[in-house]
């Protein structure tokens, strides 16, 4: 069974289970055209949770995205369900048609099948091509017609898994998020090891620790990324590192520190405030040596909320906080480009 995601699969492999009380099921995580690998790895990870709880023995083909790439070169305008689409479930279905023979089974199908936003008509006539290819059965099963959608989603409900928002790859992704005017927040990680809200990165914390007693919901929040940022001064840029929710009208101001009132220099332009390093340490019993430690390898984004609440006393400031070796003595700029943007996230109740 080639397997796309949990939220297709485990209904899908339960009816087979029903179905075919008698046969070994061995699922199949074949998705090379899952970008970016972080996100992947957390299908895999789903699918191998499902997995476990129906108890059916899971193996991981090889992420070829390279391969897939040069497969769909030229296609990257395609609408779902199109070309590219094709060219993709053929490339899946005979990869894992192939494994199938390998192992010394005798048939094979998709889980793909019980997805709404993909075609069973040409799934199934790839399917049955690709039978009479190999000399191996297609098993073409219908599970999404009558309350099968709704049963779908009640499992998927009901054992906490991952609903993923877009189909995979990074061009179906690119038109859905320019379609929603929303950022693609999924392409873009940031350079240090800190997880931010609603990231790919956060959701793996979340999901591995889910069990049977917990609730998935969602909340509505502002997100936050930080796209670049840099302070100039004397005409070179020197190391800084820019708070979470710090924003700029403009991106750009230029200024001189007017006022330091309890350790918070605080520019004549924009809101800016800085403080230095020291005192940064001081607020987050840190031990940083150094700007670039602090950017490389930051503190939790949950800690970092709080240091900026706790400097500007609001919840809703969205100055720019900034942090220095020392305190500039002259006059300096700052360029800053960031996205602020409504967004939904997981927790686990």
């Known amino acids: 069974m080639h397997i796309c995601c949990s939220v297709d699969s485990h209904y899908f492999l339960q009816c087979l289970q029903k179905e075919y009380p008698q ?35 899971l193996l991981e083909g090889e992420y070829d995205l390279e391969n897939w790439l040069h497969l769909t070169k030229g296609l990257e ?59 191996c059965e297609f098993i073409f099963k219908d599970y999404r017609s009558g309350q099968g959608i709704q049963n779908q989603a009640q499992e998927v409900k009901q054992n906490n ?20 005017e929303k950022f693609a927040d999924e392409l873009s990680s940031p350079i240090g090891r800190q997880i931010l809200p609603a990231s790919i ?66 520019l004549n332009r924009d809101e800016v405030k800085i403080i230095t390093l020291e005192y940064f340490n001081q607020l987050l019993q840190t031990k940083y040596q150094n700007i670039y430690q602090l950017i ?26 900034v942090v220095l070796k020392e305190i500039p003595k002259g006059k300096i700029t700052i360029q800053l480009e960031v996205k602020v943007y409504e967004d939904i996230k997981e927790k686990l109740i």
Request: proline share 3%; net charge positive; charged share 30%.
């Open 23 to 57: 046969e070994k099921l061995v699922g199949f995580f074949y998705d090379p055209n899952i970008h970016p690998y972080s996100e992947y790895r957390l299908r895999y990870l789903d699918v191998q949770y499902s997995c476990e709880k129906l108890g059916i023995e």
């Open 77 to 135: 305008n395609e609408p779902e369900k199109g070309d590219r689409c094709t060219v993709c479930f053929d490339n899946r279905l005979e990869v894992s048609v192939q494994k199938a023979i390998e192992l010394g089974h005798s048939s094979f199908t998709t889980t793909l099948l019980i997805s709404p936003k993909k075609s069973q008509e040409k799934l199934q006539i790839i399917g049955e091509e690709l039978a009479q290819k190999y000399q």
């Open 161 to 180: 898994l991952y609903r993923q928002n877009y189909c995979g790859c990074l061009y179906a992704l690119g038109v859905q998020r320019k379609q929603q």
């Open 201 to 266: 990165e956060a959701r793996h914390e979340l999901y591995k620790n889910r069990d049977t007693n917990s609730t998935l919901i969602k909340e509505r929040f502002l997100n936050y990324r930080l796209l670049q940022g840099k302070v100039i001064e004397n005409k070179q840029v020197i190391p800084s590192y820019f708070l979470c929710y710090s924003t700029l009208r403009n991106n750009t101001t230029n200024g001189r520190v007017e006022k330091i009132v309890n350790n918070i220099a605080y």
């Open 296 to 321: 490389y390898d930051p503190p939790r984004f949950e800690k970092e909320l709080e240091l900026r609440q706790k400097l500007l006393d609001s919840f809703y400031d969205l100055s720019v906080v």
